[in-house]
């Protein structure tokens, strides 16, 4: 008996998995934003402390061949590109700093 629950409990660990995986993604790029705090420096359409995303997607002409440079500078932070005030890393995985990265190349 032991032995035929083996499988079937294997593959409910692998759909816990797949679920978290899938409502992890669920959250829009601009909830994610929210959530980790992006709105405290920045703004879709004016600058706060940090640029607005709308300059920082035409710097990077919308273009999505930009997305893991942006990405890197989101998770691990940057200094002297916008001026004199640093952005310090930010606590988001690779996958969420590439879909913020999307998301924020993706204004217009």
């Given at each position: 008996m032991k032995n035929l629950l083996r499988p079937k409990?294997?593959?409910?660990?692998l759909a816990g998995v797949?679920?978290?995986?899938v409502s992890a993604m669920a959250i829009s790029p601009q909830a994610l934003a929210?959530?980790?705090?992006?709105?405290a420096c920045?703004?879709?359409d004016h600058k706060v402390v940090g640029p607005s995303w709308k300059d920082v997607a035409a710097k990077y002409?919308?273009?999505?061949k930009y997305v893991s440079d942006l990405a890197k500078h989101i998770k691990n932070g940057n200094a002297g590109i916008?001026?004199?005030?640093p952005?310090?890393?930010q606590n988001v995985t690779p996958e969420q700093a590439k879909e913020l990265a999307r998301?924020?190349?993706?204004?217009?």
């Open positions: 409990m294997g593959l409910l660990a797949v679920l978290t995986q929210q959530q980790k705090g992006c709105f920045h703004a879709i002409h919308h273009n999505l916008w001026g004199p005030v952005m310090p890393p998301f924020i190349l993706s204004l217009h």
